[in-house]
């Protein structure tokens, strides 16, 4: 079946950097993007950007510029997502999502990253 | 950035009761908006698309209306799973930004 697993739990340090991977099965990775979303405790959904899978084109949301790096390996049909100078207000659960036109369908099951000293 | 606003934030119903979520964009969307079923602890989970579309297998009770910048989602006859956290999603434009939720529970 079409499916997104990530990568596990993390706990980081501030300042530290965070990585979280999303294998994708079940249909032709390239055909798609890929879009993150973070939910921190008790709050709302926030996009944090997108990566087409066919030419590792991106698009980050503006807050997260220059912290944030979405890349793809196409020979795995992996995403991956690295956050940098990690605050504790990354502290979130973060999701990986095929997209559709920004319609996002199928959902990792969420990397919870904790940020703490 | 377009912002959305979802009413209620919160609602309680009974089982076998229909339920109107609202969602209004800061600007016109045009048929951009999108809904999600949210469970504790779950990824979300996309229930209609373009305002009124139906994603594959999403129960009927389900429905969405609307264009602009106002948008409702229904459910016609609530089941106990139902119960979750709503949220809507313009993808008219980037960012593509969600409404603040709705949280349904059991009356």
């Known amino acids: 079946q079409i499916q997104l697993v990530q990568s596990g739990t993390e706990v980081k340090k501030p300042g530290a950097s965070v990585k979280v991977s999303c294998k994708a099965s079940?249909?032709?990775?390239?055909?798609?993007?890929i879009s993150w979303v973070r939910q921190a405790p008790g709050q709302g959904l926030e996009w944090m950007g997108w990566i087409s899978a066919y030419n590792g084109n991106t698009n980050y949301a503006q807050k997260l510029q220059g912290r944030v790096t979405m890349t793809t390996d196409t020979s795995t049909s992996a995403a991956h997502m690295e956050l940098r100078s990690l605050r504790s207000d990354d502290t979130a659960v973060y999701y990986c999502?095929?997209?559709?036109?920004?319609?996002?369908?199928?959902w990792g099951q969420g990397t919870t990253v904790t940020v703490s000293s | 950035d377009i912002q959305m606003t979802q009413s209620p934030s919160s609602l309680s119903a009974s089982v076998r009761d229909r339920v109107t979520i609202t969602c209004r964009a800061s600007q016109s969307i045009s048929s951009y908006l999108n809904w999600y079923q949210q469970k504790p602890g779950k990824a979300p989970r996309l229930l209609i698309y373009?305002?009124?579309s139906l994603q594959s297998g999403v129960p009927s009770r389900f429905s969405g209306s609307g264009s602009g910048t106002d948008f409702t989602l229904t459910i016609s006859s609530l089941q106990p799973e139902d119960f979750a956290t709503y949220y809507c999603q313009q993808s008219y434009t980037t960012p593509p930004t969600f409404g603040q939720g709705t949280k349904l529970e059991i009356k």
């Open positions: 373009a305002a009124s």
């Open positions: 999502a095929r997209d559709r036109d920004n319609q996002w369908d199928i």
């Open positions: 079940g249909y032709t990775f390239t055909s798609y993007g």
